[in-house]
């Protein structure tokens, strides 16, 4: 019921204009992807795309990658259960797969 604190996160596919996701290299080029119409319009408002997290940090992820929403929101004082829970577990499988 508080706003502030759990404001709603579109985390894998962001809920973008035109479609896009930004990646940063190690280089600090930026790359653009822009998702498939059908993929983006099946996902994006799927229930498992939400965390929930503190308003004045989701507009800091705007349309970054994943691995970049994570890294950001791990020093973040999240209250959700659930928000921690799914940032714990991608946190998993990004050292597994090498993300980071």
């Known amino acids: 019921s508080n706003n502030y604190t759990f404001s709603l996160e579109h985390l894998i596919f962001s809920d973008s204009k035109n479609k896009t996701i930004l990646f940063t290299l190690k280089s600090g080029d930026v790359y653009k992807y ?5 993929l983006y319009k099946k996902y994006v408002n799927n229930l498992f795309n939400f965390i929930f997290i503190p308003q004045s940090k989701n507009s800091d992820l705007s349309n970054k990658c994943l691995p970049e929403k994570i890294k950001h929101l791990e ?9 921690k829970m799914v940032i714990e577990n991608v946190n998993l499988i990004s050292e597994k797969i090498s993300l980071s």
């Open 34 to 38: 822009i998702y498939n119409d059908s």
């Open 75 to 83: 020093s973040e004082n999240i209250h959700c259960s659930y928000s």
